[in-house]
C-alpha cells in the first residue's frame, strides 16, 4: 500500500512542555487515522483516533489534528511526563480496506528529559 | 471489557525446532484477529489475519502458518523455524468483523522470538 510516514524519528523533550509528533501519509483515500504509544517490550497501546469527517480530537492530555489538504497527521501532548517516553506512530485506511488495508508508520522515538 | 493475551512474552528456539505461539481474545466475539511481525527499527508487517473460524488470509509467503480454531483463539505455528524468523509477534484484534476500517487495532504484549 501507499506510505505513512514521519519527519522525526527521534523527538526530545523536557518534562512539563507539550510534544508535536508529526506524521504524514500519501494515501489521499485514507479517511480513518490511528495513533498507538508502544513501550519498550510492549505490544503497541491505542491512544487515540480521527475520522476524515474531523480535523481535530481530543483525548485526556492528548490531542490529534488532521489536515486533509496536505495530508498531515499530528499528534500533541500536554505537560509531558516520564511515563510518555515511547514510541509513538500514526496508522491509516479507507473505506473498503478491509482488514488487510491498516498501513502503520515506522514510529517516532518520544524522550522526555528530566 | 475486551482483553488480549498473548504468550509466551520470550521464546528461544533452535533452528528447524517447531513454533506455536497463541493468541486469546476475551470480552468480544467475532472479531478480526491479526498476527503482525516487527523488526527493530521497522513498521508493522502483516502476517495473518482472519475475520472467522478457519477463515486465513496470508499477506506474504512465507515459512509461517496461522490457524484459528476457535472464534477468539489465533495460532501461529511453524514447522521448521528458520534464523530469519526471529523478530517480535505481535497479536491483535479489531471490533469489526471484515474491516479495519473505524475500529483500531488493539495488540497483545507480544512474542520475542529468537532463533539460534
Known amino acids: 500500500g501507499e506510505s505513512v510516514g514521519l519527519h522525526l524519528p527521534t523527538l526530545s523533550v523536557q518534562e512539563g512542555d507539550n510534544s508535536i509528533i508529526n506524521c504524514a501519509y500519501s494515501?489521499?483515500?485514507?479517511?480513518?487515522f490511528i495513533w498507538y504509544k508502544q513501550e519498550s517490550g510492549k505490544g503497541p497501546q491505542f491512544i487515540i483516533d480521527?475520522?476524515?469527517?474531523?480535523d481535530k480530537r481530543q483525548g485526556q492530555r492528548v490531542t490529534v489534528l488532521l489536515n486533509k489538504t496536505v495530508k498531515h497527521l499530528s499528534l500533541q501532548i500536554a505537560a509531558t511526563q516520564p511515563g510518555d517516553s515511547a514510541v509513538y506512530f500514526c496508522a491509516e485506511t479507507y473505506s473498503g480496506g478491509g482488514a488487510d488495508g491498516l498501513t502503520f508508520g515506522k514510529g517516532t522515538h518520544l524522550i522526555i528529559q528530566p | 471489557s475486551q482483553t488480549i493475551h498473548q504468550w509466551p512474552a520470550t521464546l528461544v528456539q533452535p533452528v528447524g525446532s517447531p513454533l506455536s505461539l497463541e493468541c486469546t481474545v476475551e470480552?468480544?466475539?467475532?472479531?478480526?484477529l491479526y498476527w503482525y511481525r516487527q523488526a527493530a527499527g521497522r513498521g508493522l508487517q502483516l502476517l495473518f489475519y482472519?475475520?472467522?473460524?478457519?477463515?486465513i488470509s496470508s499477506e506474504v509467503p512465507q515459512n509461517l502458518s496461522a490457524s484459528r480454531p476457535q472464534d477468539r483463539q489465533f495460532i501461529l505455528s511453524s514447522k521448521k523455524l528458520l534464523l530469519s524468523d526471529s523478530g517480535f509477534y505481535l497479536c491483535?484484534?479489531?471490533?469489526?468483523?471484515?474491516?479495519?476500517?473505524?475500529?483500531?487495532?488493539?495488540f497483545g504484549n507480544g512474542t520475542r522470538l529468537t532463533v539460534t
Open positions: 494515501n489521499s483515500a485514507s479517511d480513518y
Open positions: 480521527i475520522r476524515s469527517n474531523m
Open positions: 491483535a484484534w479489531s471490533g469489526i468483523a471484515g474491516s479495519t476500517y473505524n475500529s483500531p487495532l488493539h
Open positions: 470480552g468480544t466475539s467475532n472479531p478480526n
Open positions: 482472519s475475520v472467522g473460524i478457519g477463515q
